[in-house]
């Protein structure tokens, strides 16, 4: 993947503009926009900015704005280099905003450099170590000492088998794993540091029924039983906080995951399977309940676009599918309403224009939804719509799917309207 962050060329320009950012009131970014020289600051520059200002951890525990921003910004990044030319200053301003929001948003934490120079055999360690006790100020240490000594691939192999099965950061890691993939520069993968934090904060959050039965690569099951079983799973009971580690918690403790994921992926094809856990991920913001598109349908599709991405540099691939398959029942169990039709198509209005565009359309089709997610506060939207813009490459077969269910959670933003954004009417 080609990188939005430039290690040499913007280091000195991005490193002035990030001190400007970290001062900056957010209310004030359109008109500070001129005083920064924003037209004259390179993409690589001002992603750049913005990663060295998000890449210091908080030391309190994170809301959910701070514990999405590594996630969001680099879904911020990534989206700026799809949006069309018309769109670029109302995105590149949000970036703005995003970075000198994150700087206000509480003080950082201090993180050492205990491990810096140690072998990186020996980081990981200590790392696996640290997040196993709840040692969060190790953990952040060896987190930011592995992502500066090692390649990102490297990195995303070392910490996808001590992501895959947590639930802490909101069960965000596998998503972090995935985009910084495509964040090799300086810093080296954003919020490394912060991640490692968060999967410490809560070493017992683990989802742990893959483990005591765990999933074997036979030849017993078809894709069709898998998305047979997440078509209209059974509840697992009540749910007193929809929070994504009771959701998961829930599913597992009550039989529902090893009851019904166990079978369902004994023998099917690991990459088969990745695309159905996708597909009925997107045709769940689709199809079923629209109260729950902006946090319950975007992460059913997220958290297993993320670590399913990077399930093949794990030891064990299909622990990881295992992992991915549990988010997607989470979701259906505890808030579909629907009984999921795979040969559903929408009928009119922008969702049905994004299912049916040609295929010469869609790349327009999908530099419309880049802009508007790029331009909205909202960090679910931004990761949402580059999720499906990025499955659509990856699954082209599906990609009216994506775009259209992109398409959707774009819409109903447009109907809830965020209030008081400094933004959505500032860049007119």
Request: with cysteine; net charge negative; hydrophobic share 50%.
């Amino acid at each position: 993947m080609t990188s939005v962050l430039d290690p040499d060329a913007s280091t000195a320009a991005a490193a002035g503009l990030a001190t400007a950012l970290a001062g900056l009131d957010p209310a004030d970014v359109v008109g500070a926009a001129d005083d920064l020289g924003l037209d004259h600051v390179a993409d690589t520059a001002l992603v750049s900015a913005c990663a060295a200002v998000v890449d210091r951890p908080k030391a309190a525990p994170p809301d959910s704005f701070v514990l999405h921003a590594p996630l969001e910004l680099m879904a911020r990044g990534a989206l700026l280099a799809r949006v069309a030319p018309a769109a670029r200053r109302a995105a590149r301003l949000r970036l703005v905003w995003f970075a000198a929001t994150y700087a206000g948003a509480g003080a950082p934490a201090e993180v050492d450099d205990r491990f810096a120079g140690s072998p990186a055999d020996v980081v990981v360690s200590r790392l696996v170590d640290a997040v196993a006790v709840g040692d969060l100020d190790a953990a952040g240490a060896a987190g930011r000492a592995l992502a500066r000594a090692v390649p990102v691939a490297d990195l995303v192999a070392a910490l996808v088998d001590v992501v895959a099965p947590s639930l802490a950061a909101a069960a965000h890691g596998g998503i972090w794993l995935h985009q910084v993939r495509s964040f090799a520069g300086a810093p080296a993968a954003p919020g490394a540091a912060a991640m490692a934090r968060e999967l410490a904060r809560h070493p017992d959050w683990r989802l742990t029924w893959f483990d005591e039965a765990p999933v074997q690569a036979g030849s017993v099951s078809s894709v069709e039983d898998l998305v047979g079983v997440l078509r209209r799973p059974p509840s697992p009971g009540p749910l007193d906080v929809d929070f994504i580690h009771p959701t998961m918690h829930l599913v597992e403790s009550a039989g529902l995951a090893a009851g019904l994921l166990g079978p369902a992926l004994d023998g099917v094809d690991r990459h088969e399977a990745t695309r159905a856990l996708w597909r009925v991920g997107a045709l769940s913001m689709l199809q079923d309940d629209p109260d729950e598109a902006p946090y319950g349908w975007s992460h059913c599709l997220t958290m297993p676009h993320g670590l399913l991405s990077v399930a093949g540099l794990a030891r064990d691939p299909q622990r990881v599918l295992a992992a991915g398959a549990t988010y997607v029942l989470g979701f259906r169990a505890t808030q579909g309403k629907v009984d999921l039709d795979p040969d559903w198509a929408p009928g009119s209005g922008p969702v049905a224009e994004a299912w049916h565009a040609p295929a010469a359309e869609r790349p327009a089709v999908a530099a419309r939804l880049a802009g508007h997610a790029a331009a909205h506060p909202d960090a679910h939207l931004a990761k949402y719509t580059l999720a499906c813009l990025q499955l659509a490459d990856a699954d082209p077969s599906f990609a009216h799917g994506y775009l259209a269910a992109a398409a959707h959670l774009n819409a109903w933003w447009d109907a809830h309207p965020v209030a008081d954004d400094p933004l959505m009417a500032g860049t007119g």
